[in-house]
């Protein structure tokens, strides 16, 4: 199987771990490659070459593809401009429960938990050890940071970035086009969309 990550900066790169760590462990071919208009083509990045630009993606018709990019909105424009065949990358030590769904697309980084029933959108990113209880419904395009945890039968909508270390309480709903600050509590509903922060949280922006 060929694989073709987009963005070959820090993100990518660790898309590429995950990938690597999953060849190791079922023992299988393939491999995979960069795309990255801001890096030299034929430059490695562990071990792996930089074949092109971004616009090239369309000349690998058979190939699987991850957009390697933090960014949910550049994410979102890339995913909506190139049909693709898009997979979804979980790395082996990830926790994942009964009944659960991931969009293509996703990302689930190591140590990451997402318990029964949870459904993850597409193109989204669970970083490390990032926890998602169950029932939670996470909408496309959102990134949920390293430690941040989401507790039961929580609703987060697209395009949302929750950041590391913040806590949205059970049974919150949470609309598009959101970010919430580092190690915030989220206690209640939020209805509009903007920055929030602070204890306890509101709206800064």
Request: glycine share 12%; charged share 15%; hydrophobic share 35%.
């Amino acid at each position: 199987m060929q694989i073709i990550i987009i963005g070959a900066s820090g993100h990518g790169k660790v898309i590429s771990d995950i990938i690597s760590y999953n060849i190791e462990r079922v023992g299988g071919g393939g491999s995979y490659k960069f795309l990255d208009g801001n890096i030299k083509r034929g430059t490695e990045i562990h071990g792996y070459p930089v074949i092109g630009t971004v616009e090239e993606c369309v000349h690998y018709p058979e190939a699987h593809f991850l957009i390697g990019i933090g960014d949910n909105l550049t994410r979102k424009k890339i995913a909506e401009t190139y049909e693709l065949n898009y997979i979804t990358a979980i790395h082996p030590t990830a926790v994942i429960g009964e009944n659960v769904h991931i969009g293509n697309g996703t990302v689930v980084m190591a140590n990451a938990v997402i318990n029964a029933d949870a459904k993850i959108g597409k193109h989204c990113i669970i970083n490390t050890s990032a926890v998602i209880e169950h029932e939670c419904t996470i909408g496309d395009y959102t990134h949920v940071s390293p430690q941040a945890c989401l507790c039961g039968n929580v609703h987060v909508g697209e395009e949302c970035h929750i950041g590391a270390g913040a806590t949205i309480i059970n049974n919150k709903n949470i609309v598009n086009n959101i970010i919430i600050g580092a190690e915030n509590v989220v206690i209640r509903d939020i209805n509009e969309s903007g920055t929030y922060a602070g204890s306890p949280i509101r709206r800064i922006g």
